[in-house]
């Protein structure tokens, strides 16, 4: 129904800035809510971000309030994940996901997922 594909990823270091994208190359972006996740080798997928469909609600995990910023582009079918002042701890597999609600609540069971683009912070 929708096949997301990620980019942007890349090695940067601390205190950078970085701009990820998430594009839907199958359905239509504007009928989900997207988000951002990530996992890091050992540690559990967590979420980072979610945006509605309209783009007028966000929610963020703590750990990037302040600091990144999801938005989307409905026209252009794609969203965004702005990340600035990038820490080490931020390193990690980036994904972007889709599901056909939106809730600050249930920040799990998203059904699309991409493959993935890889953020490395340096020290």
């Known amino acids: 129904q929708v096949q997301l594909v990620e980019s942007g990823g890349g090695l940067v270091q601390a205190g950078d800035s970085l701009r990820l994208s998430c594009t839907a190359s199958?359905?239509?972006?504007?009928?989900?809510?997207m988000a951002w996740f990530r996992q890091a080798p050992g540690k559990e997928r967590e979420f980072v971000a979610s945006?509605?469909?309209?783009?007028?609600?966000?929610d963020y995990a703590d750990s990037v309030k302040g600091r990144f910023t999801i938005s989307r582009d409905n026209a252009r079918n794609t969203a965004s994940l702005q990340m600035n002042n990038l820490k080490q701890e931020d390193t990690a597999l980036y994904y972007c996901?889709?599901?056909?609600?939106?809730?600050?609540?249930?920040?799990?069971?998203?059904?699309?997922w991409g493959q993935g683009t890889q953020v490395t912070v340096s020290s």
């Open positions: 199958e359905g239509t972006l504007s009928t989900y809510v």
């Open positions: 945006i509605s469909k309209g783009g007028s609600m966000t």
């Open positions: 996901a889709a599901r056909g609600f939106y809730s600050a609540t249930m920040r799990d069971r998203y059904p699309y």
